[in-house]
Protein backbone atom coordinates (compact mmCIF):
# COMPACT_ATOMS: atom_id res chain seq x y z
CA UNK A 1 0.00 0.00 0.00
CA UNK A 2 1.14 3.43 -1.04
CA UNK A 3 -0.16 6.77 0.82
CA UNK A 4 -0.14 10.08 -0.81
CA UNK A 5 -0.53 13.17 1.33
CA UNK A 6 -1.36 16.71 -0.27
CA UNK A 7 -2.32 19.80 0.90
CA UNK A 8 0.66 21.64 2.86
CA UNK A 9 1.74 25.00 2.18
CA UNK A 10 1.84 28.41 4.03
CA UNK A 11 -0.69 29.62 5.78
CA UNK A 12 -0.92 32.81 8.29
CA UNK A 13 -1.62 32.31 12.11
CA UNK A 14 -5.76 31.82 12.23
CA UNK A 15 -6.14 30.34 9.04
CA UNK A 16 -7.21 27.19 7.61
CA UNK A 17 -5.64 24.25 5.59
CA UNK A 18 -6.78 20.73 4.55
CA UNK A 19 -4.56 18.02 4.11
CA UNK A 20 -5.52 14.98 2.03
CA UNK A 21 -3.82 11.21 1.61
CA UNK A 22 -5.34 8.46 -0.27
CA UNK A 23 -4.18 4.81 -0.20
CA UNK A 24 -3.21 3.04 -3.38
CA UNK A 25 -4.09 -0.66 -2.73
CA UNK A 26 -5.94 -3.11 -1.19
CA UNK A 27 -6.41 -2.39 2.64
CA UNK A 28 -7.67 -4.62 5.40
CA UNK A 29 -11.01 -4.24 6.57
CA UNK A 30 -10.04 -3.45 10.37
CA UNK A 31 -7.77 -0.27 9.68
CA UNK A 32 -6.75 2.84 11.52
CA UNK A 33 -5.63 5.76 9.32
CA UNK A 34 -4.32 9.17 10.39
CA UNK A 35 -1.80 11.80 10.88
CA UNK A 36 1.12 12.30 12.98
CA UNK A 37 3.58 15.54 12.92
CA UNK A 38 6.96 15.86 13.53
CA UNK A 39 8.29 19.68 13.94
CA UNK A 40 11.97 20.32 14.33
CA UNK A 41 14.19 18.84 16.88
CA UNK A 42 10.98 16.88 18.35
CA UNK A 43 9.71 13.53 18.09
CA UNK A 44 7.04 12.61 15.65
CA UNK A 45 3.30 13.05 17.70
CA UNK A 46 0.31 11.75 16.94
CA UNK A 47 -2.30 14.37 15.50
CA UNK A 48 -5.55 12.24 15.04
CA UNK A 49 -6.77 8.78 13.98
CA UNK A 50 -10.11 7.92 13.17
CA UNK A 51 -10.82 3.99 12.67
CA UNK A 52 -12.94 1.44 10.26
CA UNK A 53 -14.79 0.97 13.60
CA UNK A 54 -15.83 4.62 13.89
CA UNK A 55 -13.77 5.85 16.44
CA UNK A 56 -11.87 9.06 16.65
CA UNK A 57 -8.90 10.53 18.18
CA UNK A 58 -7.50 13.97 18.72
CA UNK A 59 -4.16 14.91 20.16
CA UNK A 60 -5.13 17.48 22.99
CA UNK A 61 -3.14 20.65 21.41
CA UNK A 62 -5.68 20.49 18.35
CA UNK A 63 -8.87 19.40 19.56
CA UNK A 64 -11.30 21.96 18.16
CA UNK A 65 -9.60 23.66 15.97
CA UNK A 66 -8.47 20.00 13.81
CA UNK A 67 -11.31 17.61 12.01
CA UNK A 68 -10.00 14.37 10.47
CA UNK A 69 -12.69 13.00 8.51
CA UNK A 70 -12.68 9.44 5.95
CA UNK A 71 -14.16 8.98 2.36
CA UNK A 72 -13.80 4.55 2.70
CA UNK A 73 -15.24 4.25 -0.65
CA UNK A 74 -12.00 6.71 -1.90
CA UNK A 75 -9.85 4.97 0.84
CA UNK A 76 -8.63 8.70 1.48
CA UNK A 77 -8.15 10.53 4.95
CA UNK A 78 -8.42 14.29 5.52
CA UNK A 79 -7.50 16.28 7.96
CA UNK A 80 -9.65 19.54 8.16
CA UNK A 81 -6.85 22.19 10.18
CA UNK A 82 -8.30 25.38 11.01
CA UNK A 83 -7.54 28.78 13.82
CA UNK A 84 -3.88 27.19 12.83
CA UNK A 85 -1.37 28.36 15.11
CA UNK A 86 2.66 28.93 14.31
CA UNK A 87 3.23 25.77 16.99
CA UNK A 88 1.27 23.52 14.44
CA UNK A 89 3.95 24.09 11.71
CA UNK A 90 5.42 20.59 11.23
CA UNK A 91 5.89 17.80 8.72
CA UNK A 92 2.43 16.20 8.62
CA UNK A 93 2.97 12.77 7.50
CA UNK A 94 0.09 10.19 6.66
CA UNK A 95 -0.51 6.77 8.83
CA UNK A 96 -1.92 3.76 8.06
CA UNK A 97 -2.43 1.16 10.40
CA UNK A 98 -4.38 -2.58 9.43
CA UNK A 99 -5.01 -5.93 11.09
CA UNK A 100 -5.85 -9.43 9.95
CA UNK A 101 -5.96 -12.74 11.69
CA UNK A 102 -1.75 -12.91 12.69
CA UNK A 103 -1.00 -10.08 10.50
CA UNK A 104 -0.27 -6.41 11.01
CA UNK A 105 0.83 -4.03 8.75
CA UNK A 106 1.65 -0.25 9.20
CA UNK A 107 2.54 2.43 6.21
CA UNK A 108 2.98 6.01 6.12
CA UNK A 109 3.22 8.60 3.51
CA UNK A 110 5.84 10.87 2.20
CA UNK A 111 4.94 13.97 4.79
CA UNK A 112 3.92 17.28 4.05
CA UNK A 113 4.98 20.22 4.76
CA UNK A 114 2.65 23.17 7.14
CA UNK A 115 4.02 26.10 7.98
CA UNK A 116 2.17 28.77 9.78
CA UNK A 117 3.91 32.09 9.74
CA UNK A 118 2.60 35.71 9.24
Known amino acids: VQLQASGGGLVQPGGSLRLSCAAD????????MGWYRQAPGNERELVAV???????NYADSVKGRFTISRDNAKKTVYLQMNNLRPEDTAIYYC?????????????WGQGTLVTVSS
Open 50 to 56: ATSGGSI
Open 25 to 32: GNIFAINA
Open 95 to 107: NLKEWAVAQRHEF
